[in-house]
């Protein structure tokens, strides 16, 4: 069974470009959610996703922005890289947000130059 | 809104000893989860264990367990007959209507 996939896991991109990171989230859940979690913190909640709709976002500029497919997978674009974006970006899935926990992946490092 | 704290910033145990990690989670939500994730170096959030807060009883899960006290707003972990697959970063986490509010995180150390 597999597991929360992110892709890809590492990146190094350019201030000012534009990145796209994937989530393919656990067999059976259908609720996506992404995490920035900066170099010695926790994670912060960045966006929900559930039924191809953003239901819930965090305390991030419209920079950021996301999208979920039929196939529950999901994207999150970053647009005009700021080296403050420099992070790891945690993708966790769940089943309609039940709060069971999260399944997460182990995230996409970006680096930001 | 919702806070999360841990003020450990870092916990070193010998194996088979026990260790205790402390957090304080505040919201004005009647009803929430509470959750223990542990981040070893692979960086992927491993669920510890889960607490929702209308349980009296506390949550068990093998060698681990809280001890939730509501009124004091304190969810702490303990980790018994601790090994060396056990060091890494635990996370204290607070859930509302699907928004997981993370503390800053405690490192566990496990000493032979």
């Known amino acids: 069974d597999a597991g929360v996939t992110q892709s890809p896991t590492h990146l190094i991109k350019t201030r000012g470009q534009q990145v796209t990171l994937r989530c393919s989230p656990k067999?059976?859940?259908?609720?996506v959610s992404w995490y920035q979690q900066a170099l010695g913190q926790g994670p912060q909640f960045i966006f929900q996703?559930?039924?191809?709709?953003?239901?819930q976002r965090g305390n991030f500029p419209d920079r950021f922005s996301g999208h979920q497919f039929p196939n529950y997978s999901s994207e999150l674009n970053v647009n005009a890289l700021l080296l403050g974006d420099s992070a790891l970006y945690l993708c966790?899935?769940?089943?309609?947000?039940?709060?069971?926990?999260?399944?997460f992946g182990s995230g996409t490092r970006l680096t930001v130059v | 809104a919702q806070t999360v704290t841990q003020s450990q910033p870092e916990m070193s145990v010998q194996e088979a000893e026990t260790v205790t990690l402390s957090c304080t989670y505040d919201?004005?939500?009647?009803?929430?989860?509470l959750f223990w994730y542990k981040q070893p170096p692979s960086r992927q959030m491993i669920l510890v264990i889960r607490?929702?807060?209308?349980?009296?009883q506390n949550a068990t899960e093998n060698r681990f367990s809280v001890n939730f006290q509501k009124a004091a707003k304190s969810f702490s972990l303990k980790i018994s007959d601790s090994q060396l697959g056990d060091t890494a970063m635990y996370f204290c986490?607070?859930?509302?209507?699907?928004?997981?509010?993370f503390g800053a995180g405690t490192q566990v150390v496990v000493t032979p």
């Open positions: 986490a607070g859930d509302s209507w699907g928004k997981l509010q």
């Open positions: 996703y559930y039924e191809e709709e953003e239901r």
């Open positions: 607490q929702e807060a209308y349980k009296q």
């Open positions: 966790a899935s769940s089943f309609q947000s039940i709060n069971y926990g999260y399944t």
């Open positions: 067999s059976g859940h259908d609720t």
């Open positions: 919201t004005s939500e009647s009803n929430y989860y």
